[in-house]
């Protein structure tokens, strides 16, 4: 009887998302495929034009600039990012004095966004008025053309990215807390170093937490928008894939257009995240393949004194 | 990374130890801090000391005229209303719906459910720029633009999926007794869900709460696409905004960031101890 029961009322806990499934993704999905082969511009009728639209994006400047801009950026402020937050993060495991302030320090760049800080960094950069320049100039260093030089466009935006990258500490160190002490207490004993230690038992037991934003950074990266729009930088050297999609939908009413480079944003993020799976198996090393492999013996104590919270 | 004091030979080690990671730490701080720190510095200045070289890192007394500027060039209190509006209106509805939709994934068996919950998580891969353009024409055809409808309205209907996710990671890990003791005592499923399990979550509905706050309240994209008219627009919009005039006057733009920025950073302080226990259990850490 039970059973019969839960039966429904299961369906009825989740109806709200199925309906708004059907509606907001499975039929616009529908749409969005039909839509890329037309050439829809919201005024005349659409005709179907093939794979035009494809053909066209690929020999468009334009879209291979914003596509280039988009893939360097992923590739260089996605690791660096990692990087950073993770090498933060195993600091900030430290039994210290003040480390929760430096946490919640360290995190605050990561809840402060939107076009707020993007203006913001459009000041700090600027060539002759921006905070950077000045300083750099303190130093006798001619500071660039961050926004200005096409050649700066893309170390700002990584410099923005880096100075954003916190965000991922909190997953680390909330990863960290796993990481059994009795691994760091066998290597003090054999006399492990501390950069032997990070580089041998934290960022293999992190790895778990280094996938999962590895995954989420590549596609942040591809989908960034907001700042982008708001900074530029360099008339075109500066505009990124989504901010060019955009443009196309919503300046230049192409929208047949714009739903095929939808398309190829999520081909490229289908790939390189299937890309990131398959590889997983290689580096990212699961805790319960320890507990695998000893299974009589027991699980090592995690203190709570170790814990951060 | 664990220093512990086993021996006064080692304490002296673990001085210098300690003194390089305080000096790290402080300055990845003040990284962190600078920009956000100019920030403030320079929506209270005076126009001429704005451009002053070298910079001044004090501003020249406290020029809170900025702030009265950005208040009225951007008619600020509307747009904060705006903004308001439809973010307390997506949090609300997005914490209620996805934390319903969560428990019916993680406390009930009925048919398909693996193959929707399966679909869930696709969708947490599927990024919605495919969808963009159909619903906005969706949207159009409704007439629902330059209202907050298409802001608010997807809300209603599971909100996010990752939102979901993380609430059933949750609800799994509750135990099932507590729905079957109170069920005994003749409380229907629903008000289980309303008197039992939402409020032994706080931490995960918090968690929830303030991603989709920082979610909405950020969101430029959104506000762009569907809002025409200057009454309506958000902040972020109103700020998009002055950001196209040809001659920028940063005094009053920092001035009407900063305030912008106020809300969310109120939200993450208030409710930092509960957010940082939700990502430790949300799964999210792997």
């Not at chain 1, 909190?170 to 990481?179: P, R």
């Not at chain 1, 054999?190 to 950074?217: H, S």
């Not at chain 2, 799994?172 to 289980?192: H, P, R, T, Y």
Request: glycine share 8%; proline share 5%; aromatic share 16%.
């Amino acid at each position: 009887m039970k059973k019969a029961l839960s039966r429904n009322a299961g369906f009825f806990f989740v109806a709200p998302w199925v309906i708004g499934f059907i509606v907001f993704t499975v039929i616009p999905l529908f749409q969005a495929l039909y839509l890329g082969f037309t050439d829809s511009n919201s005024i005349t009728a659409p005709n179907f034009v093939g794979f035009q639209n494809y053909i066209d994006l690929f020999h468009d400047e334009d879209f291979l600039s914003s596509l280039s801009l988009t893939v360097w950026y992923a590739i260089f402020a996605v690791p660096l990012g990692i990087a950073a937050s993770l090498s933060l993060a195993a600091l900030l495991n430290c039994k210290i004095r003040g480390v929760y302030l430096f946490r919640t320090i360290l995190y605050l760049p990561a809840v402060v966004s939107g076009v707020s800080i993007a203006l913001l960094w459009r000041w700090i950069l600027d060539k002759d008025m921006g905070l950077l320049n000045m300083l750099l100039a303190r130093i006798g260093i001619q500071g660039p053309g961050w926004l200005s030089n096409p050649n700066w466009v893309l170390p700002s935006y990584i410099l923005i990215a880096l100075w954003g990258a916190g965000g991922g500490i909190l997953t680390y160190l909330a990863g960290l807390q796993d990481v059994p002490r009795s691994l760091y207490e066998a290597a003090d004993l054999d006399g492990a170093g501390w950069f032997e230690k990070f580089v041998k038992i934290t960022v293999p037991m992190l790895t778990p937490v280094i996938f999962y934003n590895l995954i989420m950074g590549i596609v942040g990266a591809f989908r960034k928008f907001s700042d982008a729009y708001i900074i530029g930088g360099a008339g075109n050297q500066g505009r990124f894939y989504m901010v060019y999609l955009y443009q196309n939908a919503f300046n230049y009413f192409k929208m047949g257009y714009a739903t095929a480079m939808a398309w190829i944003l999520f081909l490229i993020i289908l790939v390189l995240s299937l890309l990131v799976f398959k590889s997983s198996n290689l580096w990212v090393f699961y805790n319960a393949e320890i507990e695998k492999g000893k299974k009589k013996s027991k699980r090592a104590p995690h203190g709570k004194e170790g814990g951060l919270y | 990374m664990t220093v512990q004091r086993r021996s006064l030979s080692k304490s002296k080690k673990l001085l210098i130890q300690n003194s390089v990671l305080y000096v790290v730490l402080t300055l990845a701080s003040i990284v962190c801090i600078l920009p956000l720190f100019w920030m403030i510095s320079t929506s209270l200045k005076s126009g001429n000391v704005i451009f002053e070289v070298p910079p001044q890192w004090l501003p020249d007394g406290f020029h809170i005229e900025n702030y009265g500027k950005a208040l009225q060039d951007i008619p600020f209190m509307q747009y904060f209303l705006n903004s308001t509006i439809i973010s307390v209106t997506r949090l609300v509805a997005e914490v209620f719906v996805s934390a319903f939709v969560a428990f019916g994934f993680a406390k009930f068996n009925f048919p398909g459910k693996n193959i929707w919950f399966l679909l869930l998580l696709s969708t947490i891969m599927l990024p919605s720029e495919v969808m963009l353009i159909p619903v906005f024409q969706m949207f159009t055809r409704l007439g629902w633009v330059n209202t907050f409808l298409p802001l608010t309205v997807p809300a209603f209907f599971g909100g996010q999926a990752v939102f979901i996710f993380l609430l059933r990671q949750f609800f799994m890990s509750q135990s099932d007794e507590l729905m079957e003791a109170a069920m005994i005592d003749g409380a229907n499923k629903f008000s289980v869900f309303v008197k039992i399990y939402l409020p032994i979550s706080k931490p995960a509905l918090i968690t929830v709460a303030i991603f989709s706050f920082q979610g909405s309240w950020n969101d430029l994209m959104g506000p762009l696409i569907y809002l025409n008219d200057s009454k309506k627009f958000t902040l972020q919009l109103g700020l998009a905004m002055f950001n196209g005039m040809t001659k920028v006057e940063w005094g009053p733009l920092m001035a009407a960031s900063v305030l912008t920025l106020i809300p969310v950073l109120v939200i993450f302080f208030a409710a930092q101890k509960y957010f940082v226990e939700g990502i430790s259990f949300s799964g999210i850490k792997g």
